[in-house]
């Protein structure tokens, strides 16, 4: 068992298992807190580990100053990470304990917490999606080719432009959370939402220029080394328990959104 009370500064733990805290500690690292261990002498028969959460991550995780009449410093567990590239390596003692991108992990882990409560759960994985009155500078690759055409700049591509990827049209998304929403049929089901038809970083840009009417011509630069070559969603599910299939086509949708990005 554990007790615990918050603060301002945090919220502070206590447990006589060891085992338990450690275990506590590590959960916290992979969702991005930091939690302090202690050995806290509150009892002199026993003792009692204290993990006390920061409100901050840190690169590296060391027990705090406390007064040396009630917590000794434990130095059994020691954890280090670090974030190169956006992925997360975790070490307790030299010892790797986790390897994973931030971005999956979390939604990985957001996915294992809500399907662990005894709830009317419906999960759903959005793949890309885009149209009208998304953020025009959120840095993704439509807003920055839009963005670089209306301005005739050079469109960038990162690699040789043959890598696919996916986009949905947001009115066809919509239609599919809310059908994921409302169907029995998706009660407790993992559903990947997305479309399906794939087009390369090339094919995209001279949509664009086509669209927009921009004299932009093309520049390559080095692709990032996490880059994916292909992304095209399974929506097998969405298609059997939603009826659910995207309608929109990339022309159509890209017309759209580009009337929006020239206001």
Same mark, same amino acid.
């Given at each position: 068992?554990?007790?615990?009370?918050?603060?301002?500064?945090?919220?502070?733990?206590?447990?006589?298992?060891?085992?338990?805290?450690?275990?506590?500690?590590?959960?916290?690292?992979?969702?991005?807190?930091?939690?302090?261990?202690? *050995?806290?002498?509150?009892?002199?028969?026993?003792?009692?580990?204290?993990?006390?959460?920061?409100?901050?991550?840190?690169?590296?995780?060391? &027990?705090?100053?406390?007064?040396?009449?009630?917590?000794?410093?434990?130095?059994?567990?020691?954890?280090?990470?670090?974030?190169?590239?956006? *992925? *997360?390596?975790? =070490?307790?003692?030299?010892?790797?304990?986790?390897?994973?991108?931030?971005?999956?992990? !979390?939604? =990985?882990?957001?996915?294992?917490?809500?399907?662990?409560?005894?709830?009317?759960?419906?999960?759903?994985?959005?793949?890309?999606?885009? !149209?009208?009155?998304?953020?025009?500078?959120?840095?993704?690759?439509?807003?920055?080719?839009?963005?670089?055409?209306?301005?005739?700049?050079?469109? &960038?591509?990162?690699?040789?432009?043959?890598?696919?990827?996916?986009?949905?049209?947001?009115?066809?998304?919509?239609?599919?959370?809310?059908?994921?929403?409302?169907?029995?049929?998706?009660?407790?089901? *993992?559903?990947?939402? !997305?479309?399906?038809?794939?087009?390369?970083?090339?094919?995209?840009?001279?949509?664009?220029?086509?669209?927009?009417?921009?004299?932009?011509?093309?520049?390559?630069?080095?692709?990032?080394?996490?880059?994916? &070559? =292909?992304?095209?969603?399974?929506?097998?599910?969405?298609?059997?328990?939603?009826?659910?299939?995207?309608?929109?086509?990339?022309?159509?949708?890209?017309?759209?959104?580009?009337?929006?990005?020239?206001?």
């Amino acid at each position: 068992m554990m007790l615990g009370d918050g603060s301002s500064k945090g919220t502070v733990y206590y447990s006589n298992s060891i085992k338990l805290i450690s275990n506590f500690q590590e959960l916290l690292l992979k969702i991005g807190y930091a939690g302090n261990i202690a *050995v806290h002498d509150r009892r002199k028969m026993r003792q009692i580990y204290q993990i006390h959460i920061l409100n901050r991550f840190n690169k590296r995780y060391r &027990t705090p100053t406390y007064s040396k009449r009630s917590v000794q410093q434990y130095d059994g567990y020691v954890y280090c990470v670090t974030v190169p590239n956006h *992925v *997360v390596f975790v =070490r307790r003692n030299g010892k790797a304990l986790f390897c994973g991108n931030c971005y999956d992990e !979390g939604k =990985r882990f957001g996915e294992a917490l809500v399907s662990s409560f005894s709830v009317d759960w419906r999960i759903v994985r959005i793949f890309n999606t885009y !149209g009208p009155f998304m953020n025009k500078n959120d840095g993704r690759v439509v807003p920055n080719f839009i963005n670089q055409a209306l301005e005739n700049r050079s469109i &960038t591509i990162y690699g040789d432009g043959k890598q696919t990827r996916s986009f949905c049209y947001v009115s066809d998304m919509i239609e599919g959370l809310q059908r994921a929403m409302f169907s029995d049929k998706a009660h407790k089901q *993992v559903i990947n939402l !997305g479309n399906p038809s794939e087009i390369t970083m090339l094919e995209l840009a001279d949509i664009v220029i086509e669209l927009t009417g921009s004299k932009s011509n093309t520049v390559f630069k080095g692709i990032p080394v996490d880059d994916p &070559t =292909r992304r095209k969603p399974d929506i097998t599910k969405a298609k059997n328990l939603l009826n659910w299939t995207p309608i929109v086509n990339i022309r159509d949708g890209m017309k759209s959104t580009i009337d929006y990005f020239r206001v």
